[in-house]
């Protein structure tokens, strides 16, 4: 049998399907795609990902046992979720509890931590006001994880999902977006319970 194929990097979206991979216990192959490089933006790369992004998966025994590429870190949860009965529920209620938290970090977490990872760290000029728009952003969303988390040990419903493997790997960058988890105890708590998980150790360490 083929194996699995995971474009990747060592960026929160990539580490979020080599996780949900670690967690499925499915093999895969991993094809580094250094962004740093620009290798994103190759002719190769972009007839996989029209948006030159990372990850990309290619699953040789798709729903239809015919091989199928799927782009975009959240899509890829789902259709491995789905793939495997796993991490997402099928009850409907708690489906669309755990894909409201996933479209949650899709739509405001990733966008807003990446803004601010960019204008503090990697930005070519300070940029005072986008600094200050962003990083009140981000705490905002820490404030509503935390009222959340305060509630419930996963982000939905009773049990840890996709929704919590997409956000983990962007808190695990809160020394970048200059957060201090001690300000946020129920977000803390919940970082170390999926921190201690084997496989999100191993999925956070790809690619080597």
Request: with cysteine; glycine share 6%.
């Amino acid at each position: 049998m083929t194996m699995l194929a995971l474009y990747t990097w060592t960026t929160p979206n990539g580490r979020k399907v080599s996780i949900m991979l670690e967690e499925l216990g499915l093999d895969y192959e991993v094809r580094p795609v250094d962004i740093t490089r620009r290798a994103q933006f190759s002719a190769e790369f972009l007839a996989l990902s029209p948006n030159s992004k990372i990850p990309v998966i290619i699953d040789p025994e798709g729903p239809d046992t015919r091989p199928i590429v799927v782009f975009e870190s959240g899509a890829i949860l789902i259709y491995l979720a789905e793939k495997s009965g796993r991490l997402l529920p099928r009850d409907p209620r708690s489906r669309y509890d755990v894909l409201q938290w996933l479209m949650f970090q899709m739509g405001g977490i990733g966008p807003t931590f990446g803004q601010v990872h960019h204008f503090l760290r990697f930005a070519d000029e300070q940029v005072p006001y986008a600094i200050r728009r962003y990083c009140a952003e981000a705490r905002r969303l820490y404030a509503v994880l935390e009222r959340r988390l305060a509630e419930r040990e996963w982000l939905a419903g009773d049990d840890y999902s996709i929704a919590d493997i997409a956000t983990y790997p962007w808190v695990a960058r809160h020394p970048w977006q200059q957060v201090e988890l001690a300000d946020y105890p129920a977000v803390a708590a919940w970082y170390e319970r999926i921190g201690c998980r084997p496989a999100v150790q191993r999925g956070m360490e790809v690619p080597a």
